[in-house]
C-alpha cells in the first residue's frame, strides 16, 4: 500500500463520496488553481500597468510579460511561438498594399503549421504548443485581412507583437482582433466586471470537476454504447470545453475585453449547445470569438463561391485551425488544432452535413405550413400558423441533442484519441452505435426531396 493510500485510510475514508473528494476533486481543485494562478496573476500586471496610459510602453509591457507566459507554460518550445509571430509580421510588412496581404499571412501560416506538424517539431512538442500557434495564425490572419480592407493600417512592430504576444489570450484564447486589443487599454474595471469574473471563476470550477469527476465516476457505472453512456461521453467533453472559454472569459475580462457596457463579454453560451435550436446553434455558440473569426475571415470572403461552397470551406477552416479542448485533461493539454487526425475533421464534416440538411428540411417545413420553423429566427416573421412552431422547436432540439451524444462519442477517454483516431477506430465507435446520427442525416435527406416535390406540386396546383 503506498504512503498516499495509507494517509487517506488514516483519515477513514471509506465511502465512495469521500473517495471521489479526496482523490479527484480536491487534486483537479489544486492543479486548476495552479494555472489559474499564472494567468490570471500575468492578466492583471497587464491590466493594473495599462494605467501609465502609454500606448508604446504597455505594448512593450505585453510582449515582455507574454513572453514570460509562454516560458511559464512551454519552456524551450515558446521559440516556435516566436518565430511564427515574427514570420507573420514579416509577410505583412512586405504585402501590406498589395491588397493580398491577409492571404499571404494565411499561406504562410498554414505552411508552418504543417510543416511542424509533419516534420520540424516532435509530437511531443508540438502537442503542447499548437493551440497557441493557431490563435497566433487567427489573430495574424485577422490584421492581414483588416489591414487589405482599410479597417487598420500596418501596425508599427511594438503593438504588432504586444498584441499577438499578449497574455491575455496567448494561452487559452479567446481570439480578439487588433481592434479590441487597443480598446482593451482604455476599458475601465467596474464593479459588474468584478462580479462577472467571479461568477465565471465559479463556472470554470464547476464544469472541470463536472467533467473530470463527476461524469468520470457516472461512465464507470454505465455501458458505453448504451444511450446514458453515448450521452455522459459526449457530456464530458462538452464540460471540459466549457472549463477552458470560462477560463479565457476569465482572462479576457481582466484584461479589459468586453463587447459593450450593454452585452457582456463572452466566449460561449452552454445552454444554447446543450440545449440548441439547431445544429448551427451549436457551432455558433460552441466559441463565439471562434465563430466571429470564421465568419468574418473565411464565410464573408468566400460568399461569392456560393452558399454551399462557403459554408464547407468555413467548416473545412475550422477542422483545420479550429481550437479544440481535451475532454479528460484540460489542465496538461490545453489546447489542440484539429490537426492531420481522422476522427476531428469527419465529426466537423458530419456537423457541417447535419446542419445544412437542417436547414433544407426546415426551410420546406416552413413553406408547407407556413409556419415560423427556420434554423434562424425571422427578422420581421410573416408566417401565419403558430400552433405547429413550438412543437416542431422541440422536436428539432431533441433531435440535435441525440446527435451531439452521437458526435460526441469520438472524444472519450480513451488514451488514443489524444493523438487522434484512425478512421477504423472512427468506423467502429460509430458502427457500435449502428451509424444511427447518418441514419437521421438521411431520413433528413429523404423527408428535404419528399417535402419538396409536395411543396412544387401543392404551388402549382394552388396557381
Known amino acids: 500500500m503506498s504512503e ?84 507573420s509580421y514579416m509577410v505583412v510588412w512586405v504585402t501590406c498594399g498589395t491588397g493580398k496581404c491577409g492571404a499571404a499571412v494565411l499561406l504562410s501560416n498554414l ?21 497557441t500557434v493557431i490563435l497566433l495564425l487567427m489573430k495574424t490572419v485577422s490584421l492581414g485581412f483588416d489591414v487589405d480592407a482599410g479597417v487598420i493600417t500596418p501596425p508599427p512592430p511594438p503593438l504588432f507583437f504586444g498584441y499577438t504576444l499578449s497574455p491575455v489570450s496567448l494561452i487559452f484564447g479567446p481570439f480578439v482582433t487588433l481592434a479590441d486589443y487597443r480598446q482593451s487599454k482604455h476599458t475601465p474595471f467596474t464593479k ?52 477552458v472559454c470560462y477560463t479565457s472569459q476569465i482572462t479576457a475580462l481582466i484584461g479589459g475585453f468586453q463587447h459593450s457596457s450593454d452585452e457582456p463579454y463572452s466566449v460561449v453560451a452552454p445552454s444554447k449547445v446543450e440545449f440548441p435550436r439547431s445544429m448551427a446553434a451549436v457551432a455558433r455558440n460552441w466559441n463565439l470569438p471562434m465563430h ?13 463561391l456560393g452558399v454551399f461552397a462557403s459554408a464547407f470551406l468555413t467548416y473545412a477552416a475550422s ?18 488544432i484539429h490537426g492531420l487526425n481522422f476522427q476531428l475533421p469527419v465529426v466537423l464534416f458530419s456537423i457541417f ?37 413550438l412543437p416542431t422547436k422541440l422536436v428539432f432540439v431533441a433531435v440535435n441533442v441525440v446527435q451531439l451524444a452521437y458526435l460526441g462519442v469520438m472524444f ?47 404551388g402549382k396546383k394552388n396557381q
Not at 516534420?119 to 511531443?124: G, L, M, N
Not at 466571429?292 to 461569392?304: C, E, M, N, P, V
Not at 483516431?421 to 447518418?438: A, T
Open 292 to 304: 466571429y473569426w470564421l465568419k468574418t475571415y473565411i464565410y464573408k470572403k468566400s460568399r461569392y
Open 353 to 389: 452535413l447535419f446542419s445544412y440538411v437542417e436547414m433544407m428540411l426546415r426551410s420546406e417545413l416552413a413553406e408547407m405550413f407556413d409556419s415560423c420553423v427556420l434554423v434562424h429566427r425571422c427578422s420581421d416573421c410573416s408566417h401565419r400558423n403558430k400552433v405547429l412552431e
Open 4 to 87: 498516499y493510500d495509507k494517509y487517506y485510510e488514516d483519515f477513514g475514508i471509506e465511502d465512495e463520496f469521500d473517495e471521489l473528494t479526496f482523490y479527484c476533486v480536491l487534486p483537479v481543485i489544486e492543479q486548476v488553481t495552479a494555472v489559474f494562478l499564472k494567468l490570471i496573476g500575468l492578466s492583471a500586471i497587464v491590466t493594473i500597468l495599462a494605467q501609465l496610459k502609454s500606448d508604446r510602453l504597455n505594448s512593450i509591457i505585453d510582449i515582455l510579460l507574454g513572453l514570460l507566459c509562454a516560458f511559464l507554460f512551454y519552456g524551450s518550445s515558446m521559440k516556435y511561438i516566436v518565430a511564427v509571430v515574427s514570420i
Open 412 to 458: 472519450d477517454s480513451d488514451p488514443t484519441q489524444m493523438e487522434g483516431y484512425s478512421r477504423w477506430n472512427v468506423i467502429r465507435k460509430w458502427s457500435n452505435l449502428n451509424w444511427y446520427g447518418h441514419m437521421l442525416c438521411l431520413l433528413g435527406v429523404g423527408l428535404t426531396f419528399l417535402l419538396r416535390v409536395v411543396n412544387k406540386f401543392w
Open 111 to 131: 505552411i508552418f503549421v504543417f510543416s511542424c506538424e509533419l516534420a520540424v517539431v516532435s509530437a511531443e512538442q508540438w502537442h503542447q504548443i499548437r493551440g
Open 192 to 243: 459588474d466586471v468584478f462580479f462577472r469574473i467571479c461568477n465565471s471563476f465559479l463556472l470554470a470550477y464547476l464544469c472541470v470537476i463536472f467533467s473530470t469527476c463527476i461524469l468520470n465516476y457516472a461512465l464507470d457505472s454505465a455501458e458505453k454504447t448504451t444511450m446514458f453512456g453515448v450521452y455522459f461521453t459526449a457530456q464530458s467533453f462538452r464540460a471540459s470545453h466549457y472549463f
Open 319 to 336: 477542422s483545420i485551425l479550429h481550437v479544440s479542448h481535451e475532454s479528460q485533461q484540460p489542465l496538461y493539454s490545453h489546447t489542440s
